[in-house]
């Protein structure tokens, strides 16, 4: 694919699309921030996929496409907001799946963004490099307001890192570890740590000047949105200002280290190592000038040591172990403040899917899975009035799914399926 080529920063291997490797599928044509196509392997080991093709079609606007699976236009739309999801509940031919989810919600603390070099770069605010002024913040986050008001249930309150899908990373602080919601001891903290109010009641830093921070938030998520503002309402009444900066993409000051805090979440993988080794002194950027793999700059050595006897340690007791040290690390450093764990809520239309695989099989996700389960078993539902209940049909099939895990950019994308018409089709 790539021998002929000479300049491989200016190659974008955009221009053709031959068949690299062994998946279910096979992507056949693109335009950015309209769509993907793809269609089936053929010749995949497991079995041909049961659709003719999948085609990823971009959406801004999430409410467009749900509106769009009511129509019978899409097929499934992952990533619902819970008033959605509640709304398709009571719609006909069409089936909610309300799961635990892989992903972690979390606020991030610019520690100071630095590169491997030593240098320091960004503007994030000093004050927050004080362990006490991070403690105050965190016991100053009602994570079960969030659940409830935010998230309508549909989510578990943040602890530790690995979200409680997966038991045997899963961890919790202990009760005289763990950081409950009181603004009285934040309070406390802070006036203990120095950081006195004056006569407005405004919290004040070493320098004398108010506390006021800055939060990056993703424009096109809600949670985000509706989450700012009751930290705005939590930290004001510790006197500390909050400004939250909503900007489509949030990458560019990130990666520049211009934020105070940040709105942050991952998925997590079965093996939790990658989420672990993006807080690794490794990933900092080489320069200032540089992008690492790096989420948030964060450094620690003993977060790095227990990294590294992780990776090495092949008893999956010990390093289960491990990996929940490394969660308690990261908890009581501040700099991540895990604040809930959000179901999986997507949609699709039962008249258009007979079947999909949801991962795991019991109570799992169809959206975002580690592999190709979802659409690879995904069977089409019969044609109206067929009567052959073999699941063939010739109808045009649309499914919603969510940008960010195909594409970098923010919406949602819909994925078409053209379903078989016999099963001669398939030769």
């Given at each position: 694919v790539w021998e002929k080529v000479g300049d491989f920063s200016k190659f974008n291997n955009d221009q053709q699309f031959p068949i690299v490797g062994n998946g279910p599928f096979v992507i056949t044509d693109y335009k950015v921030d309209q769509y993907i196509k793809l269609k089936p392997n053929k010749t995949f080991w497991r079995g041909a996929p049961?659709?003719?093709e999948l085609v990823f079609k971009y959406y801004k606007d999430g409410d467009a496409a749900v509106a769009a699976l009511q129509k019978g236009e899409v097929s499934f739309v992952p990533n619902l907001t819970p008033a959605q999801a509640a709304a398709l509940k009571t719609q006909k031919d069409i089936k909610?799946?309300?799961?635990?989810?892989?992903?972690?919600?979390?606020?991030?603390?610019?520690?100071?963004?630095?590169?491997?070099?030593?240098r320091t770069f960004?503007?994030?605010?000093?004050?927050?490099?004080?362990?006490?002024?991070?403690?105050?913040?965190?016991?100053?986050?009602?994570?079960?307001?969030l659940v409830d008001k935010v998230f309508q249930g549909h989510a578990v309150e943040g602890e530790g890192y690995i979200p409680p899908r997966f038991g045997s990373y899963s961890w919790k602080p202990g009760p005289e570890q763990k950081r409950a919601y009181d603004p009285v001891a934040a309070d406390k903290l802070l006036f203990a740590a120095g950081y006195k109010k004056n006569g407005e009641g405004k919290r004040l830093g070493k320098d004398g000047k108010p506390l006021n921070f800055r939060i990056l938030c993703h424009a096109t998520d809600p949670n985000d949105k509706a989450v700012g503002k009751y930290l705005q309402e939590w930290w004001g009444a510790l006197g500390i200002g909050l400004t939250v900066e909503c900007l489509d993409s949030v990458s560019d000051p990130w990666v520049k280290g211009d934020y105070d805090l940040?709105?942050?979440?991952?998925?997590?993988?079965?093996?939790?190592?990658?989420?672990?080794?993006?807080?690794?002194?490794?990933?900092?950027?080489?320069?200032?000038?540089?992008?690492?793999?790096?989420?948030?700059?964060?450094?620690?050595k003993e977060f790095d040591e227990l990294y590294a006897?992780?990776?090495?340690?092949?008893?999956?007791?010990?390093?289960?172990d491990l990996v929940k040290r490394m969660q308690s690390?990261?908890?009581?450093?501040?700099?991540?403040n895990i604040m809930a764990y959000p179901n999986a809520l997507e949609a699709y239309r039962t008249d258009q899917i007979a079947s999909i695989t949801t991962m795991p099989e019991a109570a799992g996700n169809l959206w975002g899975?580690?592999?190709?389960?979802?659409?690879?078993?995904?069977?089409?539902?019969a044609a109206p009035g067929s009567g052959d209940g073999s699941g063939s049909s010739s109808t045009g099939v649309w499914i919603g799914?969510?940008?960010?895990a195909v594409v970098a950019a923010g919406g949602l994308l819909l994925l078409r399926m053209r379903r078989r018409a016999t099963a001669d089709d398939r030769e």
């Open positions: 049961k659709f003719d909610v799946n309300d799961a635990p989810g892989r992903r972690f919600y979390a606020l991030a603390t610019n520690p100071g963004a630095r590169a491997k070099d030593g960004g503007n994030g605010h000093p004050a927050l490099l004080d362990p006490a002024v991070r403690k105050a913040l965190f016991l100053s986050v009602d994570r079960a307001a940040a709105f942050d979440g991952w998925s997590v993988n079965p093996d939790p190592d990658y989420v672990l080794s993006i807080h690794t002194c490794g990933t900092l950027p080489a320069t200032p000038k540089d992008t690492g793999a790096t989420d948030n700059f964060i450094c620690d006897q992780q990776a090495v340690e092949y008893d999956t007791a010990k390093r289960a690390r990261l908890y009581d450093t501040g700099y991540m899975q580690d592999g190709y389960w979802s659409w690879w078993s995904a069977v089409p539902a799914v969510g940008a960010a």
